[in-house]
C-alpha cells in the first residue's frame, strides 16, 4: 500500500477514477504515470503555487501542465464527476453562489481562445474583476451542477440554467431571498418541485417559508469553504473558463471520492 503525501489522493480512490484517465501515448515510454501526474495537479491546486514551482517528485513541472491541459481541453474532470455521482440524496437541493476575486495575470484572454460563457465569465464589481461559481449541492451537501459567469450576474440570472439540467419532481429548492423572483417560482412549480425561498422585507405579497427547512442551506455554504481551501480556487489564476471550471470539477470529484 502507498503512503499518500499532503494532498495526494489514495489507493482506494485511486482505483475508483484510474480508468477513466486516458492512456498517455506519445510513441516513446511516458515520463511519469497519469497518477503521479494527478497528484501533481492536486498539489498545485491546494498550495496555489506556480507550475514552475511543482515538486521534483511529481515529475518536470512542463509534462505535468500539458498532461492538464490535455485532460481539461477534452473535459475528463466533469465527465470524471458525473460518472462518479452516486444516489444523490435529492429531497433537498440548496442552490447558491460564491464569488471569486480574479488575479491580474488570469486577464488578457485572447478574444478567439475557447470560452464557454461571454467574457471568460469575469465580469466587473464594486469588488474589482470577479467570477461566480454558481453550484447545487444536494441534501448531504454534495455537488450536483456548476456554472460559471461574472462577478456582475445577478445569481436569479443563473438559477434557471443550473435547474434545467436537474428533475425536480417532488425536490425541494432551497435558496436564499436573491432567488425570489416570480420567474424562478413558477419555473419550479411547474416542474413539479418545491421551494424554500424566503421573501424580501419589502415583498407585497409575501409567500409562506418553513425557516426550519431553511436552515439546510449551510450545506452549500460548507461546500464552498471546503473548495475555497484549493487556493487557486480561492483566487482565479486561469485564464480560460474552461480550464477555471475544470479546476473546480477536479475539487468534486474529491468531494464524492471520500
Given at each position: 500500500m502507498t503512503i499518500p503525501k499532503r494532498y495526494e489522493i489514495t489507493d482506494e480512490q485511486w482505483t475508483r477514477i484510474e480508468d477513466?484517465?486516458?492512456p498517455y501515448r506519445t510513441g516513446r515510454p511516458a515520463k511519469l504515470s497519469n497518477r503521479q501526474a494527478f497528484n501533481?495537479?492536486?498539489w498545485l491546486l491546494k498550495s496555489g503555487a506556480?507550475?514552475?514551482d511543482l515538486p521534483e517528485r511529481y515529475g518536470p513541472w512542463k509534462t505535468v501542465y500539458s498532461r492538464f491541459r490535455l485532460w481539461t481541453?477534452?473535459?475528463l474532470f466533469e465527465k470524471m464527476f458525473e460518472s462518479l455521482i452516486d444516489d444523490p440524496d435529492l429531497e433537498n437541493v440548496s442552490?447558491?453562489?460564491t464569488s471569486i476575486r480574479v488575479h491580474?495575470?488570469?486577464t488578457g484572454a485572447k478574444k478567439n481562445a475557447r470560452c464557454l460563457v461571454k467574457n471568460q465569465a469575469?465580469?466587473?464589481s464594486r469588488g474589482g474583476r470577479t467570477t461566480k461559481i454558481h453550484a447545487v449541492v444536494d441534501g448531504l451537501g454534495n455537488p450536483l451542477r456548476f456554472l460559471l459567469t461574472g462577478g456582475n450576474v445577478h445569481d436569479s440570472q443563473a438559477a434557471r440554467p443550473l435547474l434545467n439540467?436537474?428533475?425536480l419532481a417532488g425536490v425541494n429548492v432551497i435558496a436564499d431571498k436573491a432567488y425570489g423572483t416570480a420567474e424562478l417560482r413558477q419555473y419550479i412549480e411547474a416542474e413539479h418541485g418545491q421551494y424554500t425561498i424566503p421573501p424580501k422585507s419589502n415583498t407585497v405579497n409575501p409567500w409562506p417559508c418553513d425557516y426550519y427547512v431553511y436552515r439546510e442551506r449551510h450545506l452549500i455554504e460548507n461546500f464552498f469553504n471546503q473548495i475555497k481551501n484549493f487556493r487557486r480556487v480561492a483566487t482565479r489564476f486561469d485564464k480560460l473558463a474552461h480550464v477555471f471550471l475544470e479546476t473546480i470539477y477536479v475539487t468534486a470529484v474529491l468531494t464524492w471520492l471520500k
Open positions: 477513466l484517465f486516458p501533481g495537479v492536486l506556480a507550475w514552475r481541453d477534452a473535459e442552490l447558491d453562489s491580474q495575470k488570469a469575469i465580469g466587473l439540467q436537474l428533475s
